[in-house]
């Protein structure tokens, strides 16, 4: 047993990052929502794997101090559970607020949000068209003014970097790949 505990301190020790990062909030698929988002939508959307996000916009304006909600549907490929992270980087200004986080049109903390959320898609609806089959979850980012807000998606085994725009125009690509 003895030897069992410290092979687990020396591998925690060894990987800090699995140490230091919380289990991610999950979305399982009966959490889902549904509308139809219309031909092209992935046009308009952000994607990195399989998910998409929907609803970013250089038009959004926070409302004054905090974070203010801007709604962003994250819609995932049937079957698929990827996980989003919202960067190092970023941490200080945006949160993940698919975890119920409550408003009523004013700012709220970064606190009331999560780092990570997990998404777990349904399987495919076949009576739906076919650009249209994805899970969609309703949500927010929690953002503190207008910025860039890095992400990271874990899907099939890897990383994939992105950047998502709040208020502003354009944004400086990561220096990290797969930005």
């Known amino acids: 047993m003895r030897i069992a505990v410290a ?3 020396v591998l925690v020790a060894a990987v800090p990052a699995l140490a230091d990062e919380p289990e991610p909030y999950v979305r399982k698929c009966g959490t889902s ?5 219309g031909r092209g939508w992935q046009e308009r959307a952000v994607v990195a794997g399989h998910v998409a ?3 970013m916009s250089e ?3 926070p409302g004054g101090p905090g974070a203010w909600p801007a709604k962003v549907i994250v819609v995932v490929d049937p079957n698929a559970a990827p996980t989003v992270t919202v960067a190092e980087r970023s941490r200080e ?5 698919y975890n119920n986080v409550r408003h009523n049109g004013t700012g709220v903390t970064l ?3 999560t780092q990570r959320v997990r998404f777990e898609a349904c399987h495919p609806d076949r009576l739906r068209e076919p650009w249209n089959r994805g899970t969609q979850f309703g949500g927010y980012f929690l953002v503190a003014g207008r910025r860039c807000v890095y992400i990271e998606v874990a899907t099939q085994g890897k ?4 950047v998502l725009r709040f208020g502003v125009p354009r ?5 990290t790949p797969n930005a």
């Not at 929502?33 to 988002?37: K, T």
């Not at 990383?159 to 992105?162: A, F, K, S, V």
């Not at 944004?171 to 220096?175: F, G, I, L, V």
């Open 59 to 61: 038009r959004w304006r």
């Open 111 to 113: 606190d009331q949000g």
């Open 93 to 97: 200004h945006a949160a993940l607020g």
């Open 159 to 162: 990383i994939i970097r992105r």
């Open 171 to 175: 944004c400086a690509r990561s220096t």
């Open 7 to 9: 092979l687990l301190l």
């Open 33 to 37: 929502q549904f509308g139809d988002l």
């Open 53 to 55: 996000f929907i609803g």
